[in-house]
């Protein structure tokens, strides 16, 4: 079992940067791969970053390519998404998700625990 809490969200006028946090306790971290969701009201949840387990691999989806981040620090148990030159559209309740594979993956049914999710709001 992993316990994961988001922290980090906000509200930031369009331009400015965020940066997500989220904790994991429970079983060994490093041996999770981690990912970043975000769902808008009606709509679905979208992928919108992953990290594999060792780090060394790492996926975005193109609608946030170039500004945001993914990180971790397995030495705190806690996995980044450092967002900058934010967009209204990224407004949204981001989640973090973490699954039991070493590699990254892009849908959310691969991922087997997740947080309670952070509001971004990003006003134009």
């Known amino acids: 079992q992993v316990q994961l809490v988001e922290s980090g969200g906000g509200l930031v006028q369009a331009g400015g940067s965020l940066r997500l946090s989220c904790a994991a306790s429970g079983r060994t971290f490093s041996g999770y791969a981690m990912g970043w969701f975000r769902q808008a009201p009606g709509k679905e949840r979208e992928f919108v970053a992953a990290i594999s387990r060792s780090g060394d691999s790492i996926s975005y989806v193109d609608s946030v390519k170039g500004r945001f981040t993914i990180s971790r620090d397995n030495a705190k148990n806690t996995v980044y998404l450092q967002m900058n030159t934010l967009k209204p559209e990224d407004t949204a309740v981001y989640y973090c998700?973490?699954?039991?594979?070493?590699?990254?993956?892009?849908?959310?049914?691969?991922?087997?625990?997740w947080g309670q999710g952070t509001q971004v709001t990003v006003s134009s």
């Open positions: 998700a973490a699954r039991n594979y070493p590699g990254v993956a892009y849908t959310s049914a691969f991922y087997l625990y």
